[in-house]
């Protein structure tokens, strides 16, 4: 038996490479079905990618079927700090089933470093080649061009705030996110306050089309005078194989702005 430690110093331990997993977070479900195609017995509803997935379904990321993953006997589940419950997490380990947690990224060099180790030591693969890449297309922060607000919810009203995955993805290709340093992860304004910073300090609305599914009509709709740029949410904010063709996605997008 071999006891690993996730990135909650929680141990995971695993009689050898992860042959039987459920992954309740759609990032990884990508990344270790491209990395390591046919080792998962199941994943959630949301998890999209790749289109060509078959497994079995467990439910919602936040409210899982946690019976239903008990029955499929997985010798690994996956799932997120941000994401997943930890009651849930509980009961699938207070039942046997080792569960590696991730720890919710605050930057794309630290979900990278994350994924390494999952697919490096719960796996015992070799560093697959769209993580090398990824790591290459990201390692670089460009200057400043814009200024942004970016919602990622509506009622209420949910911003990025400070130390997200997704907006260390917008500042690297140039966008700082003026929420932050916002005492809050996702902080919850109004929209008057959004509106004032559209008008003072920032001069780019991002729109995502998840976990809210933004639409051009919610920039002009709420927020009349303000340059809008609708983005692919996955782009914005899943970890993995997504990442490399995200980093060009990004860029063409916000050159036309």
Known sequence: MTYLVDDLGEPVPLGGPASRVVSLVPSLTEAVEVSAPGRLAGATDYCTHPSTLDVQRVGGSKYPDVDRIVELAPDLVLANS??????????????????????????????????????????????PDWLVEAEELWRAVRPVRFHAVVPVWRKPWVV???????????????????????????????????????????????????????????GPDHFPDARYVLVSGRHLTWYGPSLVEAHAALTEVLAGR
């Open 82 to 127: 941000e994401e997943n419950r930890p009651e849930d997490v509980a009961h699938l380990r207070a039942n046997g089933i080792p569960v590696w947690v991730m720890a919710a990224a605050a930057s794309v060099p630290a979900a990278l470093g994350s994924l390494r180790r999952i697919l490096t030591q719960a796996y015992e693969l070799d560093e």
């Open 160 to 218: 990025l705030g400070r130390d997200t995955f997704a907006g260390d993805v917008l500042r690297r290709v140039g966008v700082a996110n003026v929420y932050a340093q916002d005492a809050e992860r996702y902080p919850r304004p109004d929209v008057e306050e959004l509106r004032a910073h559209l008008r003072a300090d920032a001069d780019l609305l991002v729109l995502p089309d998840e976990p809210y599914a933004f639409t051009e009509d919610d």
